[in-house]
């Protein structure tokens, strides 16, 4: 290829980007692509997790080691990484939930998170993007902006009559939602301790989770990155206040892992390039294109100002959500 394959996650936090899709991460890497991670905030406000770190002199100094571990597991996976520079919203408590703390990420308006982001993607200049779903996978309000944020920043990316200050235009040509923590995969995983004769962490939380069809047909791309788990799960232990090494996280044998659910598994949602689904490649449409990746590109930049092309057309389309 004339050009290298880049691939930008999105995440709210210091540890979301080992905690959802880091084996894949690791897998591309390993492959040659160019991975740059974006961190919306610094998890200031973030809990200590692990119970081996929850100490008066951890808490005193939370925002410097987090940027540490952040370097450690950046190190660990092979990516680059950059801060978008907001802060950590903080997991709201009780009933009515508080407000959200003035200034915070969540607080603050949408157009300011996405023309940070939007400066990024024109610099390092994705071809494929990766961000959470419209419930954020799960709903901290951090998580939740970060959707906002990703998707809108696909969208004005390639706009050059938006934040032209921020750089010229560059419109990437896929995005995916993370499907991390699905139902299919935890039945999986709670099968095949119990098949081995062991006990499975699962059982409990199994029994009130209903299936929800509608919700698994949403996963279009299975990525098979087994080989990798291990790197993920030093890129997690490296984030020593949020992963407990003897916790749940590491309950399940990575040997059972890899032979119940050797994939991570994402959502194509919009795509500018012609695709079938399922796919089990986030570069699948990409890597044989005549020219390199980068002609995908410029050609839907050249069909987005002739009016041709409309980046905020889904690639299926989307039914209602919750």
Known sequence: MAEQLRLMHVHAHPDDESSKGAASTA?????????????????????????HMDRPD???NISQIRREEMDRAREILGVRQDWLGFVDSGWPEGDPKPPLPPGCFADVPVEEGTQALVALMRSFRPHVVT???????????????CHEVSVAAFEAAGDPERFPEQGAPWQ???IYYHHSFHRARTQALSDAMEARGLESPYLERLRDWLPDPAHDARITTRVPCAEFFDVRDRALIAHATQIDPDGAWFSIPVEVQRQAWPTEDYELVRSLVDVQ?????LFAGLRAVSGGPDTVVRQALADLAAGRLDARVPVQPVKERA
């Open 27 to 51: 897998r591309y890497v390993a492959e040659g692509v160019d991975v740059h991670v974006v961190t919306c905030t610094g998890g200031e406000r973030g809990s200590v997790l692990n119970p």
């Open 58 to 60: 951890v808490l005193a």
């Open 131 to 145: 961000t959470y779903d419209e419930n954020g996978g799960y709903p901290h309000p951090d998580h939740v902006r």
């Open 172 to 174: 990437p040509v896929k």
């Open 277 to 281: 689904v399922p796919e089990d490649d």
